[in-house]
């Protein structure tokens, strides 16, 4: 990003990363390869043949976009998000956006998490140092 001591977070907080220390850990941010892997597979069966919904696998995270999908394909995917989502209460949230549904793991982690995390890890909790979020 051309800046060298930037410490950087994405995807809701799982991915986090430091020049110095690469990648930055966390208990919860345990490895969600397999979960992800099989949310992703069962995704692609799911939702085959439905055009213009596209299936964007992260690193702890999956995306369904579905904003090329004609209308009446919008409720169809719902549905079978919100199936998925019911067979795997424990395992899976989601985190909706514009015509987007995003995946994740089921744990108590989030964007605000993982600053205050970040603040701990960086020996940054001092009242000269104002963190600084930005992003949606």
Avoid: C
Wanted: no cysteine; net charge negative.
């Amino acid at each position: 990003m051309g800046v060298d001591d930037l410490v950087v977070a994405g995807s809701h907080g799982f991915d986090i990363w430091s020049p110095t220390d690469e990648q930055i850990g966390h208990d919860v941010l345990d490895d969600f390869t397999d979960l992800i892997v099989e949310t992703t597979d069962t995704l692609r069966t799911r939702l085959d043949g439905l055009d213009g919904v596209g299936i964007e696998p992260k690193r702890a995270s999956v995306a369904v976009h579905y904003r090329q999908a004609a209308p009446e394909v919008h409720d169809r995917v719902g549905a079978i998000v919100d199936a998925l989502l019911r067979e795997n209460p424990d395992r899976l949230a989601v985190v909706p956006g514009k015509m987007v549904y995003e995946l994740k793991p089921a744990v108590d982690w989030n964007k605000g998490k993982a600053v205050l995390h970040l603040i701990e890890v960086l020996g940054l909790a001092s009242d000269d140092v104002v963190p600084l979020y930005l992003g949606d």
